[in-house]
Every structure is written in C-alpha cells, then in structure tokens.
Nanobody, 127 residues
C-alpha cells in the first residue's frame, strides 16, 4: 500500500528553523516528482516547493524563496523541506505529495488523487 508520512513539524519562534521529512513506502519514489504543500485555516492549499524525480529541478513559491530548501534522497525514499527564518505567515499544515508532472505544474495544480498525499504535519510559528 502506497503511503507518505510527514514528520518534523512543531512550534517555533519567528526566525527559527524546522526540517520536515516525508517518508514514502509501498512504491518507488524515484519515478515521481515530489512536493510540499501547505494549508492554513480558511485558506486553500498552496504549493510551497516541488522537486523533480531526479532532484535536478525545483520550484519555490515566491514567499519562501531564499528561506526554504527542498531536497530528496531516493535511496532513503525520503524528501525534505528545510525551513529557515520562519515567519508567522508560514503557519499551516504541511503536506507532501507525489505526481508525474513537471515541478512548476505540480506546485501550481496540486495532485487530486487522494493516495498521492501524506496526512500532514502542523507547523506553527509564534512567539
């Protein structure tokens, strides 16, 4: 059974850092682009950052450029999101997902297949 499990969320002060992880199982992660999305209360889910299957291409939404870094380790079936200089507006539930499209398309149009998503991890940035 295909599964994505996020971890690493938590409460952090503004300016702090967190690293999110997304562990996959039940399928070969190498074949898929992967991405991080977030959803704040009352807002639509948005694409934060996406990375190609080989890790050579990546995309970041403007609000996180220079602060977040996406990476993946296909040998470990895991992808990561390093988040630095966190701001209160980064507060949201963060989800990882997989898709077969290019990174810009994936982040702009989140996958619609339920099995493409993890369950999410809460990130709260507050003092």
């Amino acid at each position: 059974q295909a599964q994505l499990v996020e971890s690493g969320g938590g409460l952090v002060q503004p300016g702090g850092s967190l690293t999110l992880s997304c562990k996959s199982s039940g399928f070969t992660l190498d074949y898929y682009a992967t991405g991080w999305f977030r959803q704040a209360p009352g807002k639509e889910r948005e694409g934060v950052s996406c990375i190609s299957s080989d890790g050579q291409s990546s995309y970041y939404t403007d609000s996180v450029k220079g602060r977040f870094s996406i990476s993946r380790d296909n040998a470990k079936s895991t992808m990561y999101l390093q988040m630095n200089n966190l701001k209160p507006e980064d507060t949201a539930v963060y989800f990882c997902a997989i898709d077969t499209v290019d990174v810009r398309t994936m982040c702009a149009y989140p996958p619609t297949i339920p099995d493409s998503w993890g369950q999410g991890t809460q990130v709260t940035v507050a003092s």
